[in-house]
């Protein structure tokens, strides 16, 4: 929700912050803008639309300054307008700030400020913190980052702001409660960021600011001060991130390159931890408290979207494989309830940005009640896994398209190996069916590569499918929570209304929706629940209903009934949705394509959900 971008240095401020702000816009992408600043004065530059119209809007401008900042937004207070985009100015001209977050107490501060004859040009909640910050700084004569802090105290809501100085372009100041900044330290020159995507490029070392700090960015130097006033020292880490994993590759969109690396992020996700010729699988992350999930009496998995539908599939592994009764809750719902939380419970959380304000809400809760957390979780460094007790980090790499999907396959990987150590400890599991699955995983990634083949054939199934205006998603067992998850990814993208069922439940309402025109996704790989999932392909059937089948290589029955098949790989029934999540991916990303849909960039929706 809402990227920013901040330099100071030697470069062209402008060049770094607009190449930045077209790496962050998955979080925002329906206004812009940059303030420079240079001659003493702050030169604004704002655009409705993507950070491209930006862009072309500035070609002709005299873009020298070698301190600026920019922003690009994912509207939350005020319509997404010039006006409403950020940099937003100090009534005074003289200060700038770009904001993420959301000011919960801005209606009261800005009737403060109305009184006082501040004017607004916008409706934004961030607009009302640097007249804030600038009406402290008058009253008080003192310096911005005292202004601030002060400003700040009063401040209730989520923020990461950055505030440029028209009189003095040597230093910006930073702060951040809630919504993440990263700082990027190169040899005399910064570059603040919302993650580290628009950092490396230029350098490996960064400064994670934390919750309630204040960050000096001076050309000398960094300091950072809390809420008290009291100074620390920066702490620099080394990320690992690779250029290439944050660029399209020749794909036409990230969404299509990141379905085609999951062979390699799979393995990545096991890379170090499970090694099935040795009969080995260790997760060091959670170490430190696996006796305390050994001897769980419940598990609960906090989570929204495409991650909520990896905690439905790990429920499966925890109740069958460990005997572990697990719920899995929204974590917007469960933050708001007052959920009973008792001594042997544990908690799972499961991230992929490691943003999301209602996971981190719901975890905030959970803790209070004295609830160990584990996190699953993609971003590293992010505040989830800050936020937790202990964790296993996924390892998908950048996740750049809005829709997820290597990290789905990723989070159903870590928790699997998490639910198999669990089992094999407890001794739910016998050692045989145990090393099976350490096998059977081991061989996920070629399966997944085998399914990949599937590209043209369900390229061909869109075209057929693009105009349909309704999806029915069914599945059984493991694969009820792909039909989710396939119903998901293609309502997200192509703005097609689709509804993912568990197939028995079609008969309880949905099978009235079924005719002509009604295509039916079915996932029937060939599993337990095998037969049943037959006799609902032919309730579909029945009422005229198009079947396209998810199924299993060598099916000679579903093929006769279905209008579409897909055939997938063999594999364990608990591992089968790593590989029928496949087809679902590719279909619903050839029918957003063929529908002219941004894919990457869906209406509406960001990638990091920071906001309530
Ligand atoms: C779906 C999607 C969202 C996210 C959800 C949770 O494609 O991207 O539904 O899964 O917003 O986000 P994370 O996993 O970052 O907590």
Not at 99 to 115: D, F, M, P, R, V
Not at 182 to 197: N, R
Not at 213 to 218: F, H, L
Not at 538 to 550: C, L, N, S, T, Y
Request: net charge negative; charged share 25%.
């Amino acid at each position: 929700m809402c990227g920013i971008v901040a330099y100071l240095g030697d470069r062209n401020a402008f060049e770094v912050i607009i190449k930045g702000l077209k790496r962050l816009e998955y979080r925002g992408y329906d206004s812009s803008g940059i303030a420079l600043s240079a001659d003493n004065q702050l030169k604004l530059y704002k655009k409705t639309g993507k950070v491209s119209e930006l862009e072309s809007f500035t070609n002709s401008e005299d873009l020298n300054g070698g301190t600026g900042i920019g922003h690009t937004r994912w509207a939350t207070h005020g319509e997404p307008t010039d006006n409403n985009a950020h940099p937003h100015l100090s009534f005074d001209g003289t200060l700038g700030i770009i904001h993420n977050g959301i000011i919960e107490n801005y209606a009261s501060l800005k009737q403060e400020l109305l009184n006082k004859g501040y004017e607004f040009k916008s409706d934004t909640d961030s607009e009302v913190v640097i007249h804030f910050i600038e009406d402290i700084r008058k009253n008080n004569n003192c310096k911005l980052d005292e202004a601030v802090r002060l400003a700040l105290s009063k401040v209730i809501g989520a923020y990461a702001i950055v505030i440029i100085d028209r009189n003095d372009p040597s230093r910006l100041i930073a702060a951040r409660k809630g919504s993440p900044l990263v700082i990027g330290v190169g040899k005399g020159e910064y570059f603040l960021a919302s993650d580290a995507t628009p950092i490396i490029e230029y350098t490996n070392e960064v400064v994670y600011l934390n919750d309630f700090e204040i960050a000096i960015v001076c050309r000398e130097g960094l300091t950072l001060k809390n809420m008290e006033d009291v100074e620390s020292s920066p702490y620099i880490q080394k990320i690992d991130m690779e250029l290439d994993a944050i660029e399209k590759g020749g794909f036409k969109h990230f969404m299509l390159k990141e379905i085609f690396e999951q062979p390699k992020s799979i393995g990545d996700a096991m890379r170090g931890r499970l090694n099935a010729a040795e009969g080995q699988l260790a997760l060091g992350g959670i170490r430190d408290y696996l006796n305390r999930l050994i001897s769980a009496d419940r598990i609960i998995v906090l989570a929204c979207g495409t991650s909520w539908h990896a905690g439905l599939v790990a429920e499966y592994f925890f109740e069958e494989w460990c005997r572990i009764p697990v719920e899995v809750e929204y974590a917007s719902e469960f933050r708001y309830r007052n959920p009973i939380i008792k001594e042997g419970d544990v908690i799972i959380a499961i991230s992929q940005s490691g943003e999301t304000a209602d996971t981190l809400a719901a975890i905030e809760l959970a803790k209070s009640k004295g609830a160990i957390i584990f996190g699953v979780v993609n971003a590293v460094g992010s505040s989830i896994p800050r936020a937790t007790h202990v964790g296993a980090y996924i390892h998908a790499g950048p996740e750049i398209g809005v829709a997820s999907t290597k990290a789905f396959t990723s989070q159903v990987t870590v928790l699997s190996m998490i639910a198999m150590i669990v089992s094999y400890k407890k001794g739910t599991i016998s050692e045989t069916s145990y090393h099976e699955l350490l096998v059977e995983l081991e061989t996920i990634p070629e399966k997944v590569q085998i399914a990949l083949g599937l590209d043209q054939r369900s390229q061909s199934i869109a075209r057929s499918f693009m105009n349909a205006t309704n999806f029915l998603y069914l599945g059984r067992g493991y694969n009820f929570p792909v039909a989710l998850e396939g119903a998901l990814k293609l309502k997200e993208i192509s703005y097609i209304h689709a509804e993912g069922y568990p197939a028995a439940e079609m008969k309880h309402g949905p099978i009235a929706l079924i005719d002509e025109e009604m295509p039916v996704v079915v996932i029937a790989t060939n599993d337990s629940s095998y037969e049943k999932i037959i006799s609902n392909i032919q309730e579909v059937k029945a009422r005229k209903g198009k079947v396209i089948a998810i199924v299993t290589e060598g099916d000679e029955v579903i093929p006769r009934l279905a209008d579409y098949v897909l055939e997938v790989p063999k594999t364990h029934e608990a591992l089968m949705p790593l590989v029928s999540v496949i087809p679902l991916q590719l279909l619903s990303y050839y029918i957003a394509d063929l529908r002219g849909c941004n894919v990457d960039q869906p209406r509406n929706l960001a990638k990091s959900v920071t906001v309530e």
